[in-house]
């Protein structure tokens, strides 16, 4: 069965970075392209990343545009999403995501706080 697992998460200071990385089974990685959302608290999910599984082009949300970059290795079949000038604002539950036959499937998340 597919499994996303992230980690990475934790408390970092404004101004600060943090690295997550979502490791993967239970499907071909390589096939597919690969996200990550995020969820604040009192608000709705939404898409943050994208890492396409052709030729590994990205696209990002513009709150996270030029700070966040995302990655992926097929040979690990892990996504990154390395953050950095991170803001309060970033604060959130981070999820990997992936498409398969219109399914979503989704780990269960790695909270990051940026709080001084």
């Known amino acids: 069965q597919v499994q996303l697992v992230e980690s990475g998460g934790g408390l970092v200071q404004p101004g600060g970075s943090l690295r997550l990385s979502c490791a993967t089974s239970?499907?071909?990685?390589?096939?597919?392209?690969m996200n990550w959302y995020r969820q604040a608290p009192g608000k709705e999910r939404e898409w943050v990343a994208a890492?396409?599984?052709?030729?590994?082009?990205?696209n990002y949300a513009d709150s996270v545009k030029g700070r966040f970059t995302i990655s992926r290795d097929n040979a690990k079949k892990t996504v990154f999403l390395q953050m950095n000038s991170l803001k309060p604002e970033d604060t959130a539950v981070y999820y990997c995501?992936?498409?398969?036959?219109?399914?979503?499937?989704w780990g269960k998340g790695t909270q990051v706080t940026v709080s001084s």
């Open positions: 890492v396409t599984s052709t030729d590994g082009s990205t």
């Open positions: 995501n992936v498409f398969i036959t219109f399914n979503p499937y």
């Open positions: 239970g499907f071909t990685f390589s096939r597919y392209s």
